[in-house]
């Protein structure tokens, strides 16, 4: 028992005299204290009485402002960023393994009667603590009464232990008493451990109270956390509410100027777009006039290559053509042309002879004058030689008269076997002529033949579309017709009006010409009339020359021209104004005694200049062409008739000559179930049509010879007009006019049938040339 007690009391004197060596009171110590949830380690750390109320001096600075000592603890500024406040706690958790060692041993200590003062005082400077880390503080303040609970609860059982053991050692005594005398040394511990009971229920007492002293300042320091909670809410809320402003500011005035920077780059980019798109519309513009200018250009070489090929092909194939032709026809025209002349060099011979007569009489005249005067005194003889000599003179003078009048009456001749060769030819002719294909048509073209090109050149010979036939044979058929001359597509106007020039002189020497163009709607037929170098320019041109000429024989000519049109039956003067266009009537009226025509009201050009030609063809086509508003296509609906007055007289003889030469673009020859006209179209192509057939029913009548037979001229206004110009001495030319096109054959054939009738037709006085010859 007593080396049991010994033993105890051995162990109690350790655990109260020295505690588990601590190698510092350092900071890991102290964070033990406040986190660890046994914290009492650091408690026995020294034996000291004031072992806790002296600072530990190595982190006077501790988050939880605890202090061993008994004066405040300094005052700390606490690590600004929340990382280094962090890193704090993390050390103290660290250091809470070192506190749990402490702790376990503080449990060893049983029954130790507790000696150390825990000084535990919270300190709040002035009741501020920084504001971010209260609820740590608060966390430890807690851990720290939990601590001092445990310790108080410890401190107890360990007071009531030693009271036990007390209690236990006092009965013994009085055991021992009884029966064994209690030895000295153990009656001193008993009141060694009276003292210590004293002692530890003195230190619970002190330990209650701070207990109750700590709960107090820690509730005084949860109403001042809650109160600088509330404050810092308060001021985050504010400050919250700043940062939300100035956010809301910022993103106001970022918005502003986004909307700012929007508009102007928007505003930039508006212009500079329309600036782009002024660019490229200029640009396109500039590139759209190139490219016409270029395509232009283009169609005008090509036109001009064209041409150019047709021109060179007329030269080398055509021209030798033409020359056989026209030697042919020359060789025929030789006989004739060969008396002409040889009468023509009599009279020239003649004519010579009396100038050389003349001269030497005029000589003589002069030498008989001289010799007057010689002979002034001799009166009688020289009067006689004087008398002999005028009567010489007078003679020679009647000489030149005579030869001057036969030279008239050569002219006369001239004119006669002119006419008779235009009356051999046949006074109503027809020359076929083919229009090139144009260069939009290059792929449409029919296949048309000329047999006797190298030779007369009369011959066209159509081929027909290809037909099948119900045994699948595939054939096509040829039309030939023969007329007085064919011109092909390579034909110019130069040359083709060679071949009327005859005519045209014809019309000079008082005659009657009619020249017509018949075809369908774009066959050329204003091409060969009308263009600059037509027949109309061309033959008013000749006229003028050949008129000019003849001043020398005494012929002096005045020529006059009027242009009309007739249009659905009326006639409208296209030298007049266009708002007169089928309001204003014109009457045609005709003087049978001296077969002459004039039409009412219209305006007629006196052709003093063959420029005014030009002049009165441009006014003529604007005319028509401001009528067209009215009337589409007038042109083609439309015959125009250019009617040429030449009148001739000649002083010397006394001679007359009126002749006309009317120049016709019929309107075209469209058959009506092929144009699929209605309305006013209708009604022009029914017109058309009528005059057309008119024109051929005259030309028939004509044909037909009779002496009083009724010619229908009245039947239409155009054959009525021509009247006196397509029978009896008047000469008749008809062109027809082909278009080359394949869609254009059938049209083509019609025409081209409509022309062999006529040209089949002999008119009035060829019939008495051929009985003259
Ligand atoms: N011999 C030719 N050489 C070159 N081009 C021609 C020739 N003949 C006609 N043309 C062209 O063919 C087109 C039609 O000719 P044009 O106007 O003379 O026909 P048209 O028969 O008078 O037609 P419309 O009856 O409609 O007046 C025109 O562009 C004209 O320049």
Not at 118 to 138: E, I
Not at 505 to 519: E, K, T
Not at 521 to 535: A, E, N, R, V
Request: hydrophobic share 30%; glycine share 8%; charged share 30%.
């Amino acid at each position: 028992m007593i080396s049991g007690g010994v033993g105890k009391r051995a162990t109690l004197v350790e655990r109260g005299g020295n505690p588990p060596a601590v190698k510092s009171a350092g900071p890991q110590a102290r964070n033990a204290v406040v986190h660890g949830r046994s914290a009492s380690s650091q408690i026995g750390g020294k034996s000291t009485a004031g072992g806790f109320s002296k600072s530990t001096g190595s982190r006077p600075n501790s988050s939880l402002g605890l202090s061993r000592g008994g004066g405040p603890p300094p005052q700390v500024k606490r690590p600004i960023s929340a990382q280094s406040d962090r890193q704090e706690r993390e050390g103290t958790t660290s250091a809470g393994s070192g506190g749990s060692e402490v702790v376990s041993t503080m449990s060893k200590r049983k029954g130790k009667p507790q000696r150390e003062s825990f000084n535990l005082r919270w300190h709040c400077v002035n009741g501020n603590f920084l504001a971010w880390d209260l609820k740590g503080r608060l966390e430890d303040t807690e851990n720290a009464i939990d601590m001092m609970r445990s310790m108080m609860v410890q401190e107890r059982t360990e007071s009531n232990n030693i009271k036990e053991q007390l209690e236990d050692h006092k009965l013994k005594g009085r055991n021992d008493s009884l029966f064994v005398p209690t030895p000295l040394p153990a009656c001193v511990e008993v009141l060694q451990l009276g003292g210590v009971a004293y002692q530890l229920e003195t230190m619970r007492v002190t330990l209650e109270t701070k207990y109750t002293q700590s709960q107090f300042e820690l509730d005084v320091c949860q109403r001042k956390a809650s109160e600088l909670e509330r404050l810092l809410d308060d001021e985050r809320r504010e400050r919250r509410q700043e940062r939300d402003d100035a956010l809301r500011r910022l993103r106001d005035e970022t918005d502003d100027i986004r909307r700012k920077l929007r508009d102007e780059v928007e505003a930039h980019i508006k212009s500079n777009r329309e600036a782009m798109e002024t660019l490229a519309r200029k640009a396109r513009n500039e590139l759209e006039d190139e490219r016409s200018t270029r395509q232009r250009e283009v169609q005008e070489l090509k036109t001009q290559a064209a041409m150019e090929i047709q021109k060179l092909e007329s030269e080398m194939g055509g021209s030798t053509r033409e020359i056989r032709g026209l030697r042919s026809e020359l060789e025929a025209t030789m006989s004739e042309l060969e008396r002409e002349r040889a009468l023509t060099s009599n009279l020239r011979g003649n004519l010579s002879e009396q100038s050389s007569v003349a001269l030497t009489l005029e000589s003589s005249s002069r030498a008989l004058r001289a010799r007057v005067e010689l002979l002034e005194s001799d009166g009688q003889s020289q009067a006689q030689v004087f008398l002999d000599l005028e009567e010489r003179l007078r003679q020679a003078l009647e000489d030149t008269t005579i030869a001057k009048e036969k030279l008239r009456a050569e002219e006369s001749l001239r004119r006669k076997l002119h006419n008779q060769v235009q009356e051999l030819k046949g006074n109503i002719r027809v020359f076929c002529r083919v229009r090139p294909t144009l260069p939009a048509e290059a792929d449409g073209g029919a296949e048309m033949r000329f047999p006797d090109t190298d030779k007369e050149g009369k011959d066209i010979e159509i081929v027909g579309a290809a037909e099948k036939s119900a045994l699948g044979n595939v054939t096509t058929k040829a039309y030939p017709f023969s007329f007085d001359k064919v011109f092909g597509p390579s034909a110019q106007n130069g040359h083709v009006f060679e071949e009327i020039s005859q005519l045209v002189q014809s019309a000079l020497d008082g005659y009657n010409v009619c020249i017509f163009c018949y075809g369908q709607t774009g066959s050329g037929k204003t091409y060969t009339m009308s263009s600059p170098d037509g027949m109309i320019p061309k033959a008013v041109h000749q006229i003028y020359q050949t008129a000019s000429e003849l001043k020398e024989k005494g012929w002096e000519y005045t020529m006059e021209g009027s242009f009309v049109e007739v249009y659905n039956e009326n006639i409208n003067d296209l030298l007049g104004q266009a708002d007169d266009f089928d309001k204003k009537k014109h009457e045609i009226r005709h003087d049978p005694k001296e077969c002459k025509t004039t039409i009412t009201d219209i305006n007629t050009v006196v052709l003093d200049n063959p420029s005014r030609v030009e002049a009165i063809l441009s006014r003529a086509s604007k005319t028509r062409s401001v009528a067209a508003t009215k009337a589409n296509e007038r042109s083609s609906r439309s015959h125009s008739v250019f009617i040429l007055k030449m009148i001739g007289f000649n002083s010397v003889t006394g001679e007359r000559s009126e002749g006309t030469l009317n120049l016709v673009d019929l309107a075209g020859s469209e058959r009506l179930s092929h144009s699929g006209a209605t309305g006013e179209r209708l009604k022009e192509t029914q017109n058309i049509n009528r005059s057309l057939s008119c024109l051929g029913d005259v030309i028939a009548a004509l044909g037909n010879g009779k002496e009083g037979a009724h010619i229908p001229y009245r039947n239409s206004k155009l054959t009525y007009l021509l009247q006196y110009s397509l029978g009896g001495n008047s000469k008749c030319l008809m062109f027809v006019m082909v278009s080359p096109m394949q869609a254009h054959l059938s049209e083509t054939l019609t025409s081209l049938k409509f022309a062999t009738k006529v040209n089949n037709t002999s008119i009035g006085t060829a019939k008495r040339q051929k009985v003259s010859l």
